[in-house]
């Protein structure tokens, strides 16, 4: 996958970030790749994306709303409840 992720194909970087994410538990490598995937337009990373951003300490709530955005602009399921807790959290932090 890497060769194809390196020149921009999304599906492949969306591969290689779930490698990282499931396969090596690396979550810092995992949430590059799923975001390099989503600026691509790959909406299942891009969901992924937001839910890792909502996890950081602290949550990084400007990327979340970002990534929730089109993963919502790809009608991924859950991309609706995940842009809902990003925008409470904006207004509670």
Known sequence: YMPF???GDSAAQYEIAEIWRLHYKCKSLAYHWHCKSAKGGH???AMNAAFMALT???PDYA????W???????DM???????KIVLRGTTCA
């Open 5 to 7: 992720a390196l020149m």
């Open 43 to 45: 909406h299942k990373a």
């Open 63 to 66: 990327s979340a709303l970002k």
């Open 56 to 58: 950081f300490q602290p």
């Open 77 to 83: 399921e859950g991309a609706k409840l995940v842009h």
């Open 68 to 74: 929730a955005e089109i993963a919502i602009a790809g």
